[in-house]
Structure formats: structure tokens, C-alpha cells
């Protein structure tokens, strides 16, 4: 039991030097770190609000586009009315022009 330990305390100190070396951080470090963090969601926030930004412009595109399409339907329609109307007066005309020639 004795040689156990005794054997177990050089590793133990080797595992405790290890940690001191390696494990211990600086507040320098840490600083830097929270520093890093901190530009890092500044970065993400900054990315956030253009992403959000576009959206908006890419909805209000989206509502002139149908806006446009609905005023180009409703023209559609007008032109066909007017096209319609420009017949049957073309019509009328020809059917007068007759009934003069014919006097």
C-alpha cells in the first residue's frame, strides 16, 4: 500500500506541474479573450441587422412588384376594353359608309 503511494505522488506532481504550466490563464489572456467575444457577437449583431435590413427591402420589392403586375393586368384590361369599343365603332363606320354608297 505504501509503494502505492509512493508511486502515486510523483504523478501526481507531474499532473499538478502540468496544470500550472498549461491550465493557467492569464487575466491578459482572458482580457483578450472577452475582447475577441465581444467583437464577435458585435460582428454577429452588425450581420443580424443587415440580414434584417435586406429582408424589409426585399418585402417592399416584392409588394411593388405586385403592385406593378396588378397595375399591368388592370391595363391589360383597359386596352382590351378600348380594343373592343374601337371594333365595334370601326363597325359602325363601315356600315355607314355603306348605307351612303348605296344612295
Do not use: W, Y
Not at 18 to 45: H, M, N, P, W, Y
Not at 72 to 101: I, S, Y
Amino acid at each position: 500500500m505504501q509503494k502505492t503511494i509512493l508511486r502515486t505522488i510523483p504523478l501526481i506532481t507531474l499532473v499538478f506541474v502540468v496544470f500550472l504550466v498549461t491550465g493557467c490563464a492569464t487575466t491578459g489572456d482572458v482580457e483578450r479573450l472577452e475582447q475577441a467575444i465581444s467583437k464577435a457577437q458585435s460582428t454577429a449583431d452588425d450581420a443580424k441587422a443587415a440580414a434584417a435590413a435586406a429582408q424589409r427591402t426585399a418585402n417592399e420589392a416584392k409588394n411593388a412588384a405586385s403592385t406593378a403586375q396588378h397595375t399591368a393586368n388592370d391595363a391589360r384590361v383597359e386596352a382590351a376594353g378600348a380594343r373592343a369599343a374601337t371594333d365595334a365603332l370601326d363597325q359602325k363606320v363601315d356600315r355607314m359608309f355603306e348605307k351612303v354608297m348605296r344612295k
